[in-house]
């Protein structure tokens, strides 16, 4: 009895159409209710596109990035005396934990985000705190100089200007 009802059962399966085994809809009408539904959201709302599309990944999986490498590098060489917590080369923000400047007394803490991909002063944005608070913008100003002077330093060294 199990024998047969096991072969009738592998027999069946053999048809090729799976799906419709247990009468589920095939591809040609999975399609017509695709290409319904996307006329219906065309008409309410003048686009076809859904909060879906979101997750869909149109772009070259290997495009570029909108973040000055020179400004990276060099806000990693300079910083180097803070531990670093998370790098996020897509957003392009690094985050340390505090650490002390050699020859200084008060521990630091940084968030730098890179916002570009230019070399310019407008691309860095520096934030330094202390474990009082905010660091002073003369010291801020003194950390983002010195990240922009190494960076175009890193930059005329590869460009053997």
């Given amino acids: 009895m199990i024998a047969a009802l096991s072969l009738t059962l592998v027999v069946s399966g053999c048809g090729g159409r799976m799906s419709n085994l247990f009468g589920g809809p095939d591809q040609g009408d999975r399609d017509a209710a695709t290409a319904y539904a996307l006329e219906q959201r065309q008409d309410a709302t003048g686009t076809t596109d859904s909060v879906w599309d979101l997750f869909v990944n149109r772009g070259d999986a290997g495009a570029a990035l909108n973040v000055n490498r020179y400004i990276w590098t060099a806000s990693l060489e300079i910083l180097d005396f803070l531990p670093v917590e998370t790098v996020d080369p897509f957003s392009g923000v690094i985050t340390t934990g505090f650490g002390t400047p050699p020859g200084?007394?008060?521990?630091?803490?940084?968030?730098?985000?890179?916002?570009?991909?230019?070399?310019?002063?407008?691309?860095?944005?520096?934030?330094?705190?202390?474990?009082?608070?905010?660091?002073?913008?003369?010291?801020?100003?003194?950390?983002?100089?010195?990240?922009?002077?190494?960076?175009?330093?890193?930059?005329i060294r590869e460009l053997g200007l």
Avoid at 113 to 137: E, I, K
């Fill in 104 to 155: 200084g007394g008060r521990p630091y803490r940084a968030t730098i985000a890179v916002t570009d991909a230019a070399l310019d002063a407008r691309s860095l944005n520096v934030a330094l705190v202390t474990r009082n608070g905010p660091a002073s913008a003369e010291t801020v100003r003194a950390v983002e100089n010195a990240i922009l002077t190494r960076a175009r330093q890193i930059r």
